[in-house]
């Protein structure tokens, strides 16, 4: 049941946190020489005028395809990691998370690969002109045909060094607020305070890897339009810092913040209410660590996550 809520409430964080997503991802990426975008809300107001509402819904159905997957292994995997190290501290929150975060990445970099590229697509065109993609499925197959299963793990590198850290500052952030906060099964205020603790968390796990995230979406939207521009983490790196200076690693970080909060908001509340209405009124939700379990999604964004916080 755990698994269950976990899956509804990170499908109804996806859902409200889609569209900053695609805003994100559309700063990180447009060239400064011509930018299209004077900032987060001109993003906004650009694609919708342009492309429509389903503009800023683009690539949803990776995220959410692989939204199932991505919860199973990280509850089992966290989960797994906790009873292994034995006691509930912050330091091995922080170590099962960032094990979890680790391992999810395996399906974390082709899904966001294919999120990156149909977020991309038709960028400051009309909602009428040809797509390449059909779909998220489609635009994976091919990737696949046309680079192989190189092409596919796309950003693997960069997704790993955020996912990683990302995991861990999550769980040992909500760790912290949780018991800072006094979160008690009986507690009245207890649902806001797993909303807060959620949400400041995920803000945490952005701010901690975000940098990273800009390269990461970089490396992943390079090749659109036919154009390759970086041979290599490093060189992406480098030319980024060139051309647009060190500022270059907040690009989008607007959008992402705006996103954490209630996404992860979002993710608390419903599983809090799918395992209160499972369990019964007389049980509730058992205790904090079901909801840190369950709560937290790509990347985590994540998850975003980090997938999606």
């Known amino acids: 049941m755990d698994f269950l809520a976990g899956c509804i409430g990170g499908a109804a964080g996806v859902?409200?946190?889609?569209?900053?997503d695609t805003v994100k991802v559309r700063l990180q990426v447009q060239s400064?020489?011509?930018?299209?975008y004077r900032g987060t809300f001109h993003c906004f107001q650009s694609i919708i005028r342009q492309e429509s509402m389903v503009g800023l819904y683009k690539g949803i159905g990776s995220p959410?395809?692989?939204?199932?997957?991505i919860n199973a292994i990280v509850f089992g995997v966290q989960g797994n990691a906790m009873?292994?190290?034995g006691q509930d501290t912050p330091l091995n929150q922080f170590l099962a998370g960032a094990a979890a975060g680790t391992i999810q990445c395996v399906i974390c970099c082709p899904m966001e690969l294919a999120k990156t590229r149909m977020q991309m697509q038709g960028t400051g065109e009309s909602k009428k002109s040809r797509k390449l993609y059909k779909n998220s499925l489609d635009c994976l197959i091919r990737i696949y045909r046309r680079e192989g299963l190189w092409g596919v793990n796309r950003g693997m590198v960069t997704t790993l060094v955020r996912e990683t850290?990302?995991?861990?500052?999550?769980?040992?952030?909500y760790d912290v607020l949780t018991r800072t906060l006094g979160c008690e099964p009986n507690d009245p205020y207890m649902v806001p305070k797993l909303l807060f603790a959620?949400?400041?968390s995920g803000i945490a796990s952005w701010l901690s890897t975000y940098p990273v995230d800009v390269i990461k979406s970089r490396l992943q939207a390079d090749g659109v339009g036919g154009v390759c521009r970086y041979s290599s983490i490093a060189d992406c790196v480098?030319?980024?810092?060139?051309?647009?200076?060190y500022r270059v690693f907040t690009r989008g970080l607007t959008s992402t913040l705006l996103r954490a909060f209630p996404v992860n908001a979002t993710t608390f509340a419903t599983v809090t209410l799918v395992l209160m209405y499972a369990r019964?009124?007389?049980e509730g939700p058992g205790d904090c660590e079901v909801a840190q379990q369950a709560a937290h999604q790509t990347q985590l964004p994540p998850q975003s996550q980090h997938s999606s916080l």
């Open 32 to 36: 400064v020489d011509r930018p299209l």
């Open 83 to 85: 009873r292994h190290l």
């Open 198 to 200: 959620g949400g400041m």
């Open 15 to 20: 859902l409200v946190g889609h569209p900053f």
């Open 64 to 69: 959410m395809m692989g939204l199932t997957f």
């Open 165 to 173: 850290p990302g995991f861990g500052v999550y769980f040992l952030a």
């Open 280 to 282: 019964g009124p007389q």
């Open 238 to 245: 480098r030319q980024s810092v060139r051309r647009e200076g």
